[in-house]
């Protein structure tokens, strides 16, 4: 139900605009009441946006602990693909989601703050992992920088007709390692 909204609601979006349509609309289109469309999504901008990725409380015990490999950067990695692969989206779903981020100003305000509410939290989780050997800033960053392999990967994923949809993971891991190898000098820089 909650992918058929966001997917409604981005369809809306980019036919009319984010302003285009009401929230009514989109409760019409995917025919449901107003009132079950606002219990999923307080907004408009939160049902384009869709539910924030969603971890059972597990995968984060492994992950503090220090697992599933013992390797920040490999569990990082399956960090990332736990993530991508609960969301399996199609070449045109992930191409209409990026279009209409970058079409509407609001929404990138809004990714924005899930960003930074996203980095708070996974900063926090990577501060405990570590013993706060990383700081919270430090942890941010890093936070940061993994969604930037994210979007690197959607260029990629987009850019290449060959590459399926799935491929994300695949994609985003060789970002990270390829980041990973970079940073400590495996190209000879």
């Known amino acids: 139900m909650l992918h058929r909204i966001t997917l409604t609601a981005q369809r809306l979006t980019d ?16 025919d449901v009441s107003r009132r079950t469309l606002f219990n999923y999504y307080p907004s408009k901008v939160d ?18 602990a220090g697992g599933p490999y013992g390797d920040l950067v490999e569990d ?14 199609t070449r045109e779903e ?14 990138l305000a809004a990714v924005h703050e899930r960003l930074a509410s996203v980095s708070a ?12 050997k990383l700081d919270l ?10 969604a930037a392999t994210f979007d690197c990967a959607l260029d990629r994923a987009l850019s290449d007709d ?23 000098g495996a190209y000879g820089t």
Request: proline letters at 4%; a negative charge.
């Open 121 to 132: 939290d996974l900063g926090a989780l990577l501060v405990a992992r570590t013993g706060e």
């Open 47 to 64: 049902a384009v946006l869709g539910p924030d990725p969603d971890l059972d409380d597990e995968v984060w015990a492994t992950f503090v």
């Open 94 to 107: 992930l191409a209409l989601g990026r279009r209409v981020m970058l079409a509407e100003p609001r929404l």
């Open 162 to 184: 060959t590459l399926a949809a799935d491929a994300m993971p695949q994609l985003v891991a060789e970002n990270i390692r390829a980041l990973r190898d970079l940073f400590t």
């Open 15 to 30: 036919d009319r605009g984010l302003d285009g349509f009401t929230m009514d609309d989109l409760a019409a289109a995917v």
């Open 137 to 146: 800033a430090t942890a941010q960053l890093l936070v940061r920088v993994l």
């Open 76 to 89: 990082l990695i399956a960090l990332a693909a736990h993530v991508l692969e609960a969301k399996t989206l």
